[in-house]
């Protein structure tokens, strides 16, 4: 079981991240990221998206593409963007002058009305196990940062790329993290190039995945950031009480094993889906609060700063999604990781303290679409109570979870996604 096989994660262009919520009444404002994804077609309008990002103080957003009208919607509102090119782009972009022309006619028309600080490159093409889409990863890479810095842009914008938690072939105990030994060839230029360029290192996490593997041998707490006993790591001796950190520490380890130990570790995308098909264990509007209700009060109190082997690094991270999605492929729980449904209500109640909530949810109630909800934050249990979660079981399950469904995904819906893009375009 020290095989680890975390779990790859999800969606493909669907996400969005807002990354801060404000607790309504409280000054506390939570560097926490959203995916905003947009597979769907009963989604609201970007504009109307824009007062659900504020009601919940979102100040970070994730497009899994580059949305002209996302990215007009929210020009002036101070929201930040991490946009992505698709794995569709990889080839193209590994010209430089196809990548200056994208940047020009997607990103630079939008500045500086429009805060975009990032541009992720290919979604979690390493485990894809495709040959071509790995060589060309880096290339497309360079290309798009060179043209950043021809364009002058490069100072803020930086360029990334998102990788599957599968990428790790150890992950338990956190301080054995370890790359897959196939992948080390091709990620030790990646990680140079973000060493070289500033740029974070992005990991999508799920703890749902190992649970839904292992649903009787790992802790439902100890993956819910809910009061548990936790593990220790026997070689670091940290204290660990919830599988996300468990996850993170695994990457800063194998990072270190390559020399990279000093890249900032975020996390591009993690959440628990409220509805699920009968064998999705754990699947459920109240894991889903759980999980998204902790993890957001986690960050917003900032009780933590970083993980137990980083604790001065800021934790950065996406919560998937801002939406139920309903034309995304595979389990039902695919359709299903919103923290709103589409008509802007939220898919269950996030358990946030009482006060914020009631100061923001009630644009909610708004029959359009105005989708709000807030999203506040009280205190953070995560102090560890009792419930046993042997190290190795809870481990297995930290490590064995792997959503080859997520793997499959692009092929399956390129087409209609660069349909609606053009739909988009055409409309414009
Ligand atoms: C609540 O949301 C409204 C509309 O989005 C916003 O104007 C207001 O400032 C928010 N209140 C707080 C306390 O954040
Ligand atoms: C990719 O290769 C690894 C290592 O050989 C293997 O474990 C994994 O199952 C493969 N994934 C896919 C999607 O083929």
């Not at 006060?355 to 923001?360: H, K, L």
């Amino acid at each position: 079981m020290e095989f680890a096989r975390f779990c790859s994660s999800s969606c493909w262009m669907v996400v969005i991240l807002i990354s801060g919520f404000v607790f309504a009444g409280f000054e506390m404002v939570a560097a926490v990221g959203i995916n905003y994804g947009q597979i769907g077609n009963n989604l609201p309008s970007p504009d109307e998206v824009v007062p659900l990002i504020k009601s919940i103080g979102g100040t970070k957003v994730k497009l899994y593409d580059a949305d002209p009208r996302v990215l007009r919607a929210f020009a002036n509102t101070g929201v930040e963007f991490m946009i992505g090119l698709g794995n569709e782009y990889m080839a193209k972009m590994q010209d430089p002058k196809q990548a200056q022309a994208w940047i020009k006619s997607n990103v630079q028309p939008y500045l500086p009305d429009t805060k975009i600080t990032c541009i992720f490159v290919g979604n979690e093409i390493l485990t894809f196990n495709d040959t071509s889409l790995t060589d060309n990863l880096l290339p497309a890479m360079q290309s798009v940062h060179t043209a950043l810095v021809n364009l002058g842009l490069d100072k803020q914008i930086s360029v990334t790329t998102t990788h599957s938690l599968a990428i790790l072939e150890t992950s338990y105990p956190p301080s054995a993290g370890a790359f897959r030994s196939d992948l080390t060839s091709c990620l030790t230029p990646i990680l140079n190039f973000h060493a070289k360029t500033g740029s974070p290192f992005l990991i999508n996490a799920y703890p749902y995945f190992a649970y839904k593997a292992n649903p009787k041998q790992v802790s439902l707490d100890f993956v819910l950031f809910q009061p548990n006993q936790g593990i220790v790591d026997p070689s670091s001796n940290l204290h660990y009480d919830n599988m996300l950190f468990a996850q993170i520490d695994a990457v800063y380890s194998a990072l270190a094993s390559l020399g990279y130990g000093k890249l900032p570790v975020h996390i591009s995308e993690t959440g628990w889906p409220s509805k699920g098909d009968q064998d999705e264990a754990g699947a459920t509007p109240e894991n889903a609060k759980k999980y998204n209700g902790n993890l957001i009060k986690l960050i917003a109190h900032n009780q933590k700063k970083g993980t137990p082997m980083k604790p001065n690094n800021d934790l950065n991270i996406y919560v998937f999604a801002l939406f139920n999605e309903n034309m995304k492929p595979g389990p039902t729980s695919e359709r299903n990781y919103g923290l709103f449904n589409p008509d802007g209500t939220p898919a269950y109640s996030l358990g946030l303290s009482g006060s914020d909530i009631a100061t923001n949810t009630s644009s909610s109630s708004s029959s359009s679409s105005s989708p709000t909800g807030s999203t506040t934050i009280t205190n953070p249990s995560s102090d560890p109570p009792p419930l046993p979660t042997t190290s190795s079981t809870g481990y297995m399950s930290i490590s064995s979870a792997q959503e080859s469904y997520h793997l499959f995904w692009p092929a399956s819906f390129l087409l209609p996604w660069a349909l609606k893009l053009f739909l988009i375009f055409i409309e414009l």
